[in-house]
């Protein structure tokens, strides 16, 4: 169970600890609660390796993320945040027939970090897990945008979007149904990044309005989502289902979550009413949206909103390609005279497009391009310094396989400033000299004419 101690590390203990070394040592505030239980009834609380090893026999489902208390699974009791997890339905008509390399490819496209687990269920379906590089503290105002990630994940993923929440319950890893399992970690500032970038995305210039992701955390829809009722019950659910339509989900998707929602209600509605407010919702000529009235009537929050047209698919509204970002990057390199020094995120504002200077690169596709261009000899990045306080100096290498033409003006579809020519098979040289910046690193590249 590598799998679970990678997870919680230093948050259980191997084995109960005896009453003299509490006493002598006290309760650590280091420690968390796991439950376990069996089809969500009679959990169970477990703070030791030991326990939890034995419990994996009979119980199916446990808590990714710890607690301080034993008796009380819910946000506001939450401990740690270990690990950020998504789970992915494919009962659903839009992920029907998904296999594992689907989860990958979704994992890439969304531009997300390797996960760190994958967990297979026995309805076919995923949980998908990112480890944190290191716990993080649950406050309150931590664990709200904690929430606002891992939706934005499941949107992006077309995952469930209402197993949302650090408290709640997935399927406990096991040999059987751990389906993939990698040594990748990522920060929660790198995924705080990433839901940044995904709303700038969303977001229309001169024209910021609710996106899917934004409606369904709206305080006023989450009021309604907790459950209503009777005598506001249908109203709610012809709104709720309009949400969901504005949302982009299709009619089966908010079907299946009204369906979810009924339960909380008091009492709940007949499956059939459900059926026929969704029905309703997404017929020809119905609504675009929910009525902004019937929400602030029926949560009693105020909500403003607009409705605007779905956002182009990832591969249009993407600025250039990553290798044209790529070539950006290097532009800014040539222009230093090979040398950058500063914070990774002072650096990657100074990132514009060649092409419209007023898009910026994005800090988090600034470090993987990065990573990439060191993997490849191109650059070199020293780090000095910790934190938020670090100090980034990334270099210009050129090797003896590699040559920049420099001021090469070749017209359109042709190279550019920032093309790489291989020695190999010719080319031109040209002379540049960086000795001024890094003298160990000073090079001469010569123009040659074929």
Not at 186 to 213: R, Y
Request: one cysteine or more; glycine letters at 6%.
């Amino acid at each position: 169970m590598e799998v679970l101690r990678n997870l919680y590390r230093d948050q259980l203990t191997e084995a109960p600890k005896r009453a003299s070394q509490i006493e002598r040592t006290g309760y650590s505030k280091d420690l968390g609660w796991i439950f376990v239980c069996q089809e969500f009834t009679q959990p169970r609380a477990i703070r030791t390796y030991r326990s939890l090893f034995g419990a994996k026999e009979k119980y199916t489902y446990f808590t990714p993320n710890t607690f301080y208390r034993n008796d009380q699974r819910h946000a506001g009791s939450l401990r740690w945040l270990n690990a950020m997890v998504i789970d992915i339905d494919v009962k659903t008509t839009q992920n029907a027939g998904m296999i594992f390399p689907d989860v990958m490819d979704r994992v890439t496209s969304a531009g997300l970090p390797t996960p760190s687990l994958v967990v297979k269920t026995p309805s076919g379906g995923f949980h998908v897990y990112w480890y944190l590089k290191e716990p993080r503290r649950a406050f309150p105002k931590v664990v709200d945008h904690y929430k606002r990630v891992q939706r934005m994940i499941a949107e992006e993923m077309s995952a469930d979007v209402q197993a949302i929440g650090a408290e709640r319950w997935f399927r406990l890893p096991t040999e059987e149904n751990t389906i993939f399992r990698s040594a990748e970690r990522v920060s929660f500032d790198d995924l705080c990044d990433w839901l940044s970038e995904q709303q700038e995305n969303q977001s229309k210039k001169g024209n910021v309005a609710l996106g899917s992701t934004d409606l369904l955390s709206h305080p006023a829809i989450l009021k309604l989502l907790e459950g209503v009722e009777e005598g506001q019950r249908d109203n709610t659910c012809y709104t709720l289902a309009l949400v969901y339509k504005a949302a982009g989900y299709e009619e089966d998707q908010a079907l299946s979550s009204l369906y979810c929602w009924n339960e909380k209600n008091t009492p709940s509605l007949r499956q059939i009413e459900i059926k026929r407010k969704v029905k309703s919702a997404f017929k020809p000529g119905s609504p675009l949206g929910p009525s902004s009235y019937w929400i602030e009537m029926l949560s009693g929050i105020e909500f403003k909103y607009q409705i605007w047209e779905t956002a182009k698919s990832r591969e249009e509204r993407k600025y250039s390609h990553l290798t044209e970002w790529t070539e950006d990057i290097l532009i800014l390199l040539r222009q230093n005279k090979g040398y950058l020094c500063g914070s990774q995120r002072e650096l990657a504002k100074m990132v514009t497009s060649s092409v419209d200077s007023n898009k910026q690169l994005s800090y988090t596709s600034f470090k993987r391009l990065i990573e990439e261009l060191v993997d490849q000899g191109i650059v070199c990045k020293e780090v000095s310094g910790s934190g938020r306080g670090a100090i980034t100096i990334i270099r210009l290498v050129i090797n003896d396989k590699l040559i920049v033409l420099d001021n090469l003006r070749i017209k359109k579809n042709g190279l550019n400033s920032n093309t790489f020519i291989d020695t190999v098979v010719g080319g031109f040289f040209v002379s540049i000299t960086v000795s001024e910046i890094c003298p160990r690193d000073c090079l001469d590249i010569f123009r040659r004419g074929s």
